[in-house]
């Protein structure tokens, strides 16, 4: 083909407005309608990944296909074969049901397509993510001049202000020698009930999981302050340099929350940078219903928060928080020649590649930004306390059952167990047949699609776990949990527990 030929190009992605017009309107009454037939659907459907995989196309074509003839097969593709976290009754891992206006805001949002990397390249874009990255900050009582930026998720989140943590703590030096040796090496102090992220940075980012102290918790679940003090002055007096402190604004497995304003002054006494992990927890700190020491968030050194947990929004939306101003431009920023813009001196403007990992970003902001506009602060502090409301009536409903056990409570995370009449715990071999027992029930509601649910390891107890981020939970779809449980329960039961010598009852 010669270049003349190319005057008229024929452009297979291409859509004519009317085609798109015509396209998004049906699609858009598709995703109403599901939304509309979410509480009548399965929460999760049975498949396997060979029976997905045989719904798809098996080759990539040679020719291709009109969008609108995809789209129309593709929405009802993603509808039947998916898990609904925006279901009432999913109540598994920390993924909340996303506000519909999200969908728009993604939609609106990839219709642009800004690089939200650089300011030149995504004017507004950059300063709704940073009116964004503000008002969350406000949100959890930090100062002016907080910085941040938002990311994909928790993990994203926490590596940024691990990053900072170790510039700003190991200094200039760590650019270009690289982490010391054993001797002097940084340490890092986590709970055992942290996210499983603090072992990824410590390992990706060359400081090796060995450099993890894991302090143990109390009854609570909780840090244990003591042993915490007593490790720190420890690895001080091994010549090691103790850098990172962290604590949980709501663990993962039960929603414990570390007492944050006392860590806080542990960090100080020992020039320890604090950073909160309050991806899922954080924005707690706004209902009346929360734990006192969230309201330590005001005081650490930076914050992990998602968005697209208790705010609502749709995935991917992390938001990484630094109280220091220029602590992430010190720890991501080079120019290299490639990177110059008009205008930085008169009007400086915010480079989101200088101030985290990536360089070429979407614009995850918008859905961020009109959430918090739609909901408010009064929105949102109504919300995440009927959750917290909502998992103590569970607990309540749990207690009332003679074969359900109530194990944890913590902020909108219930954990309990089925235990069958004719059994109690205590002894090994019921302890480990319950474990077993709850392990199987577990796998069998979520199959069901009645309900979904996840676990828990209660200080060995295999645990059932409810966790309610979701605005379209009601104390109804609450009251119909222990029925289901009990009900399958003693069916997996009937079929699981050995008869003879082997049963836990002999």
């Not at 925006?86 to 690089?115: E, K």
């Not at 929004?313 to 928080?321: K, N, T």
Request: proline letters at 6%; charged letters at 25%.
């Amino acid at each position: 083909m010669s270049i003349k030929d190319l005057t008229d190009r024929d452009v297979p992605l291409e859509m004519d407005p009317e085609e798109f017009r015509a396209a998004g309107h049906r699609l858009v009454d598709d995703i109403a309608s599901f939304l509309e037939s979410l509480p009548r659907r399965p929460v999760a459907p049975d498949l396997t990944p060979r029976g997905v995989r045989s719904r798809l196309p098996a080759d990539l074509p040679e020719e291709g296909t009109d969008a609108s003839t995809l789209l129309a097969e593709a929405a009802p593709l993603v509808f039947d074969h998916s898990a609904f976290n925006g279901h009432p009754r999913f109540f598994g891992y920390i993924t909340s049901s996303a506000g519909p206006a999200g969908a728009l805001a993604d939609l609106l949002a990839a219709s642009v397509n800004p690089n939200a990397g650089a300011w030149e390249l995504s004017p507004v874009a950059s300063e709704i993510e940073a009116q964004s990255v503000r008002w969350l900050g406000e949100m959890l009582g930090m100062p002016v001049g907080t910085e941040g930026l938002l990311v994909s998720g928790g993990n994203m989140a926490n590596f940024v202000c691990f990053l900072a943590a170790r510039r700003a703590k190991g200094g200039e030096a760590l650019r270009g020698g690289g982490l010391p040796g054993e001797a002097g090496r940084l340490l890092v102090y986590a709970s055992t009930e942290t996210h499983t992220w603090i072992q990824k940075a410590a390992d990706l980012f060359g400081h090796g999981t060995e450099s993890i102290r894991w302090i143990p918790v109390g009854q609570d679940l909780t840090i244990d302050e003591s042993a915490l003090v007593d490790q720190i002055r420890k690895d001080r007096g091994d010549g090691h340099r103790p850098f990172l402190l962290v604590g949980n604004a709501g663990t993962v497995s039960t929603g414990a929350v570390d007492p944050l304003p006392r860590l806080a002054a542990i960090a100080r006494e020992h020039d320890l940078w604090l950073h909160a992990d309050g991806a899922y927890g954080a924005p707690a700190v706004l209902a009346d219903e929360a734990p006192s020491d969230l309201a330590g968030l005001a005081g650490v050194d930076s914050v992990a928060m998602d968005p697209h947990k208790w705010l609502y929004s749709a995935l991917e939306a992390g938001c990484a928080l630094v109280r220091h101003p220029g602590v992430l431009r010190d720890t991501f920023s080079y120019s290299p020649p490639y990177y110059r813009f008009e205008g930085e001196e008169e009007d400086p403007r915010t480079n989101y590649f200088e101030l985290g990992l990536q360089n070429s970003r979407g614009f995850r902001a918008l859905k961020v930004w009109l959430g918090l506009r739609q909901a408010g602060r009064s929105g949102y502090r109504q919300m995440i306390g009927d959750d917290i409301r909502l998992a103590r009536e569970l607990d309540r409903l749990v207690r009332a059952e003679p074969v359900l056990e109530a194990l944890t409570l913590g902020l909108s995370i219930s954990t309990f167990r089925f235990v069958p009449e004719d059994l109690e715990g205590g002894t090994e071999a019921v302890d480990a047949y319950l474990n077993q027992l709850n392990e199987a029930l577990l796998h069998r509601l979520n199959a069901s699609g009645e309900v979904y649910l996840s676990n828990a390891v209660v200080r060995g107890t295999f645990a059932l776990r409810a966790c309610i981020v979701n605005f379209r939970t009601t104390r109804a779809d609450l009251a119909a949990i222990p029925e289901i449980v009990i009900r399958h329960g003693r069916e997996v039961d009937r079929a699981l527990r050995p008869t003879g010598p082997g049963s836990p009852t002999a």
